[in-house]
């Protein structure tokens, strides 16, 4: 069983920052992939920033340049970079980790972006 919490979401003005973390409750040394989703009311859950099965990076256009996706592998930590934050990015953000044939999801942590 993992277990993923997220933190790190709250109201933030456009132009602004968040960082975002999931902490796992297994080592993430070498797990692959990893990443993070987000969703909005009525939408489906789509991909935001991902480590790949190769172990590298990737991103939806619409974050690119914007969006750091990063991780402690001594914590156990993933973390997202958030800058230049827009009111189109506002979404509650979940990490994912497919494991032994399941899907792992956090609880998910609100992102506002509004002024």
């Known amino acids: 069983q993992v277990q993923l919490v997220e933190s790190g979401g709250g109201l933030v003005q456009p132009g602004g920052s968040l960082r975002l973390s999931c902490a796992a409750s297994?080592?993430?040394?070498?797990?692959?992939?990893m990443g993070w989703y987000r969703q909005t009311p009525g939408r489906e859950r789509e991909l935001v920033a991902v480590f790949t099965t190769y172990g590298t990076t990737n991103y939806a256009d619409s974050v690119k340049g914007r969006f750091t996706i990063s991780r402690d592998t001594v914590k156990n930590i993933m973390y997202l970079q958030m800058n230049s934050l827009k009111p189109e990015d506002t979404a509650r953000y979940y990490c994912h980790l497919p494991r032994d044939s399941t899907n792992y999801w956090g609880q998910g942590t609100q992102v506002t972006v509004s002024s």
């Open positions: 297994i080592s993430i040394f070498n797990v692959y992939p």
